[in-house]
């Protein structure tokens, strides 16, 4: 008999903690920012949290559970979760005032390099019977004046039908769902895949607990992550989005905008299609 672990918040902080330590972003650190940015920004942060406490009288049961809570989510290797559910939507907004063609969202916790590199047209490495509506997405990476870049990098990943993403849930094969698809000479890309479905934050690690705590909800509207590359070109981070889906318009980590909603058409055979372009600017 085979035992299937299932997913759970420690493993896929965990995961998600580890993958982190791995990227140059992590290994900078805080080399990457000026002594006065640090005194800057973690000032404002710190007169916000102080404000915070003023305005709403938090007594000190409240600053301990904060702090036993802040040790569990360290411990928990959830930090990953927590800050891209909840902070960096806005660093995304940010970010976006300067960019030009395909509006961005946020990378997440769980996108992981060297996924398998594919041609233009491909099927998403997935299990035999993996399950969900089967999804032909297709389009063209384009600069911002038009021309069409051929050998760019469509760099894909998922979650499955039940909202897992293979590499942080134990029970998937690795590289399920993950891909790097190579635009032909037009720019164009056409990949075959499964429509994922919602995600759920995990609920029994402690950034579920305070979810739970507050009354929130811990989910995640469907969606395709992308980081869509090429040659001499700003690479665009986003997300696409399903017309209609459940939380669409109720994003817990707030990364939904307008431009990046699909609206897949059945075909005919059970399976959907759609198409959409990427745009790209100069860097
Ligand atoms: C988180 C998970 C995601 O799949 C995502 O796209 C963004 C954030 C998270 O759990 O932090
Ligand atoms: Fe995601």
Redesign the pocket.
Known sequence: MTTVESPTAAGSGAN?TASFRTTEAYHAGTAAVSPQRVSTVVKAVLQGVHQAIRDNDVTYPEFQAAKAWLIEVGEGGEW??????FV?HVVEEVAARTQQGTKGS?L???YLPDAQRLPATATLPMREDEKGTPLVFSGQVRDVDGTPLGGAEVDIWQ?DDEGY?SGFAPHLPDGNLRGIVVTDDEGRFEITTIQPAP?Q?PTDGP?GKLITAADWHPW?PA?L?LLVRAAGHRTVTT?LYFQGGEYVDNDV?E?VKPDLILDPQERGDGTNTVTYDFVLERD
Not at 80 to 85: R, S
């Open positions: 998600a990953p979760l927590f800050l891209d559910v960096e946020i997440g916790p769980y979650a993403y995600y934050i950034t995640r969606h992550h997300q980590a990364a």
